[in-house]
């Protein structure tokens, strides 16, 4: 190839690997592989798993580059370029919902299991390597699939349980949640936290002896060994049989998982809201009036909830972001998405006061919410006074963060006088909040372009659409 050229940005997320590095151009992706890369690419383009996971969309479509001189100039230690599909909007295992993190898992098993079937590995099994196309889940990382070697062992083994496994039997069975364990260690759950935090009822439970108790025990005693623990396997005779057995016992415990809560704070908001009807015609008149206007490439839904006005979006829309900050609330979407549709819809669980970093090295390999994508129509329905009133977000500052993406507005504001801003307002009595129609729509009028309104029967609740400022 040609020489080194300082304006290619190679992926944070990417530097792991020493024989792949990811790059953007002109809105594509693509993958430098080395010589040892490229070859186990090129056997992995010829294996007939791979052909069928593509075309069931389970694996990120890709190819290699022949004509490189539409890239910019890369080091000469490169011996060929990948480009892959793009995936609508990057999310991470920290966003997603139980039932999301647990079809991730069945899926990296699957591709494992079949890799091994014709004589291919995974450098690694981490959570990271699994994106989404609306509910669909699809394996990224190809640059991870290598020709197995006999005698050797599983190399995600670790990674799987830490990253798959161990949250999701947290969450199952001690209702303890993943996201915020995930966010802190991108490393996941070692099997030492997972076994302290089970009790002796859960260690009876299926693949929790094996993989959480047995495995905490194993690396205690093996973390400081000087041995060579790989070359101990080979002369034992361990081989792939006993990896896809290992694999086939991972997936029944994995497929038997169930995550049971009934109830959460804003889990029966369908029935339990404060709208009359007429209102909620003319809501529905107003948000449908907005999506009729062009076709939108994609869509933010912030405090989505069930999914009404993301399905309306996703008929005028190539993709739609669906974030909630309950997770009952994304899980049940996400299974109701799995189940009837429509297939350009990705929920996530997204604490707007608080939403995922910059994370990983120089704080790159993560990248936070803001930067892995832009909207070009953000509906914000009934949340403003949640974050203003029952986080402390200032008014101005939450406007001012909707109208750095650039986009159109939906924003609908709820007066003092609807019954659940009284309930917010219940123990603020004693506090100044800058929340008011006449503060909403001056920090709309400031932070955005042209603002239209109206004002649902009731008169509780105002409807915004504002067009961004323009340069």
Known sequence: MRAQNPSVGFDSGSFRDPDTRIFHHDGSVYRCLSARALRDWRQLAGTGFYERFVADRRVIPTREVTDLG?????????AAILEHERVPFVSYPYEWSFGMLKDAALLQLDVTRAALDEEMTL???????????????????????????????????????ETFLYPLLLQAYRNVPFHPWLRGSLEGISAAQCSAL?????????????????????????????????????????GAGLIKHNIDRLRRTVARLRWTVSRSTWSNYQREHSYEDADLRRKGEFVGHVLDRRRWPVVWDLGCNTGHYSRMAARHADHV?????????????????????PDNILPLLADLADPSPGLGWRGRERLPLAERGRPALIVCLALV???????????????????????????????????????LLRNRRDQELDYSGEAVRAALELHFGAVTHTTLPSGTRTLYHCLPKTP
């Open 385 to 423: 006074h949640h974050l203003v009133i029952g986080r402390n977000i200032p008014l101005d500052d939450f406007v001012a963060w909707l109208a750095q993406f650039g986009a159109e507005l939906i924003l609908e504001y709820v007066g003092r006088d609807d019954p659940m801003v009284e309930r």
């Open 198 to 238: 089970l009790t002796g009822r859960d260690r009876l439970r299926r693949g929790v002896l094996a993989h959480v108790v047995l495995q905490a025990q194993a690396q205690a005693r093996y973390e400081d060994t000087v041995g060579d623990v790989r070359r101990e396997l080979r002369a034992a005779g361990f």
């Open 321 to 341: 972001l669906a974030l909630d900050a309950d997770h009952l609330v994304v899980e049940r979407l996400y299974e109701s998405l799995k189940a009837d549709g």
């Open 70 to 78: 539409t890239l910019p100039p890369l080091d000469g230690r490169w």
């Open 123 to 161: 450098k690694d099994a981490t959570a990271f390597n699994v994106q989404w196309r609306g509910a669909h889940p699809t394996f990224i990382d190809i640059g991870s699939f290598t020709a197995y070697a006999a005698g050797e062992p599983w190399a995600g083994y670790r990674q799987f349980c």
